[in-house]
């Protein structure tokens, strides 16, 4: 019988998340741990990406008025065309230095709401479209300390709102559809400069309703581009403008895309010296058919509680269903560096829009791909902020999430409303960072960060392990290839899984562990990424390491 105090405990726990009005909690969640890092930043986080130098780009809109942060040294943006404040002191962009815990305003100049991007293998990150005068800019960062925004007019030849981007192995971005474009372009526009058609995207758009924008696409190991918009996918050949194959529709038909907003990853590629590579692909979540019209009319239908899996590289794919413990709109999905794949943030009914989602769902998940079927899926410790509508995530260097943003509304609102917008930053700590598995946890002390790595080479990495027993055959290095996340879907984001060809102790518990790295292009676009050891599932702190 369970004691007295065990109890009283488990009631103040239901106490404590019965206050929280329609908050979806539960009780006997497992692991994970939250920490708030600033209250505010100023702005919300609508968009996202880590950068080689640890710092965190964030934005959201130059629409919204002014914004909590004030633009430095008395600068003010002058836009005449914007539709909320033509002359505007405060900031819409931040950039977050992780390790110090520290922002700082930047400067865009227009409207950057809805908009898309990736990290170019230099380091820099290339910002497509937006809306009003920002639907055709191109915007780069380069990390560097005292670096801002610089915009490319007409950067683009298709008005890009809620379009995909993607690097492509030479090196080019790719970028996909957008409200109104069913077709595609390149960026730089040095080989195609006019947009493409692609007929899949005008056969995915519901009228009056969309459920085809933000589109997944990911680089398959051949080369291709699994492009998935509404509820199918194809496997597309982006050099010939050929449909190589169609997938199956997923099982039930229902959208999985925005605003049904569901999200997917491509699970982590593993056996890359295999003659041939399989992908996965997982896509969780999102809102049944009807769900936006319902909402607009003050009804919340119940969020999908469905992942489909499918392997793309077969050839007679066919989508497996899963059921998750929590449904879920609006979530996002990460990539952790041990191969797991995290499920936070969204809602538990409605769909994504102004005031159109209910129910937070405040409970991450872990996906354990490498788990039977029915035992894949693990509730992790909640959260007491709900991040709705515009919120956003990223995979940091030392194993957290970074979370933020939250703004279901046309405008800042913090009072008056369900749900305040949220300028606040937190992190979530798998519980592999737990303080328990302190000596289990690899520490790499060779090569150095920013070392440059090649394709098809044999690298040793040396790491420190303090554990009294090394199991050589749990130890693997995984390479990561961090994200834009915006709107559900984390953008570029890749899981390379190295493995380990030889593991060596070398005394003082110092390890050599050989690795080769990913053959070709088409597994690995050239760029930045982060290297870590995993050792028995818990990872060392990252690296970034240049391949080329």
């Given at each position: 019988m369970a004691s007295p105090s065990f109890i009283f405990s488990i009631l103040l726990l239901h106490l404590l998340f019965a206050s929280l009005p329609s908050h979806r909690t539960l009780t006997f969640a497992a692991d994970g741990s939250w920490q708030l890092l600033q209250k505010s930043v100023g702005i919300s986080a609508m968009h996202m990406q880590l950068l080689r130098n640890d710092r965190v780009i964030m934005f959201d809109r130059t629409d919204f008025g002014p914004s909590n942060l004030l633009l430095p040294n008395g600068k003010c943006r002058n836009d005449p065309t914007?539709?909320?404040?033509?002359?505007?002191?405060?900031?819409?962009?931040?950039?977050?230095?992780?390790?110090?815990?520290?922002?700082?305003?930047?400067?865009?100049?227009?409207?950057?709401?809805?908009?898309?991007?990736?990290?170019?293998?230099?380091?820099?990150?290339?910002?497509?479209?937006?809306?009003?005068?920002?639907?055709?800019?191109?915007?780069?960062?380069?990390?560097?300390?005292?670096?801002?925004?610089?915009?490319?007019?007409?950067?683009?030849?298709?008005?890009?709102?809620?379009?995909?981007?993607?690097?492509?192995?030479?090196?080019?971005?790719?970028?996909?559809?957008?409200?109104?474009?069913?077709?595609?372009?390149?960026?730089?526009?040095?080989?195609?400069?006019?947009?493409?058609?692609?007929?899949?995207?005008?056969?995915?758009?519901d009228k009056g309703i969309e459920n085809n924008l933000y589109p997944f696409v990911f680089l398959n190991v051949d080369g291709n581009l699994f492009i998935f918009a509404n509820n199918r996918a194809i496997l597309f050949d982006y050099v010939n403008n050929i449909v190589v194959k169609k997938y199956p529709m997923i099982p039930g038909g229902e959208p999985r895309s925005y605003p049904s907003t569901g999200s997917a990853v491509l699970l982590p590629l593993k056996n890359l010296k295999a003659a041939a590579i399989e992908a996965e692909v997982l896509v969780c979540g999102g809102a049944p058919k009807g769900s936006y019209l319902q909402s607009l009319k003050g009804t919340f239908m119940a969020a999908l509680n469905t992942c489909a899996r499918i392997k793309i590289t077969d050839p007679n794919p066919e989508w497996v269903m899963e059921t998750m413990p929590l449904a879920r709109v609006m979530g996002d999905m990460i990539l952790l560096p041990n191969g797991n794949v995290l499920l936070i943030n969204g809602a538990g009914s409605g769909t994504a829009g102004w005031e159109q989602g209910r129910d937070p769902v405040l409970s991450p998940v872990l996906y354990q791909p490498d788990n039977n079927i029915g035992s894949r899926f693990e509730v992790q410790n909640p959260t007491t902020t709900p991040r709705m509508y515009h919120s956003t995530v990223a995979l940091l260097r030392d194993g957290r999430v970074l979370v933020g943003g939250s703004n279901p509304h046309a405008f800042y609102n913090f009072t008056g409303v369900l749900f305040p917008t949220e300028l606040s930053l937190e992190a979530f700590s798998p519980a592999y960072l737990d303080a328990k598995f302190d000596k289990m946890r690899p520490t790499i002390i060779a090569p150095k960060s920013m070392s440059g790595i090649r394709y098809r080479k044999k690298y040793t990495i040396q790491v420190v392990i303090n554990s009294d027993k090394v199991d050589e055959s749990s130890v693997s290095v995984t390479m990561f290839a961090p994200a834009f996340n915006t709107h559900s879907f984390s953008m570029n984001q890749r899981l390379l899984v190295l493995g380990n060809e030889k593991v060596t102790a070398v005394g003082n518990s110092i390890y050599n562990i050989e690795a080769t790295t990913p053959k070709s292009g088409n597994l690995a676009p050239s760029g930045f990424y982060l290297l870590f050891v995993v050792h028995q599932g818990i990872p060392s702190q990252g690296i970034w390491v240049r391949l080329h």
């Open positions: 914007d539709t909320a404040l033509q002359v505007d002191c405060t900031a819409h962009s931040v950039e977050y230095d992780v390790f110090a815990n520290k922002f700082r305003a930047l400067t865009v100049q227009t409207d950057v709401w809805c908009s898309s991007g990736a990290i170019m293998p230099d380091g820099n990150l290339f910002q497509t479209g937006g809306f009003n005068d920002g639907e055709r800019r191109v915007r780069v960062f380069s990390p560097c300390r005292t670096c801002d925004w610089n915009e490319i007019p007409n950067g683009l030849t298709a008005k890009r709102w809620y379009a995909s981007n993607h690097i492509l192995p030479d090196g080019r971005q790719i970028i996909v559809g957008g409200r109104g474009q069913f077709n595609y372009e390149f960026i730089p526009k040095n080989i195609v400069s006019n947009k493409i058609n692609l007929p899949f995207l005008s056969e995915t758009n």
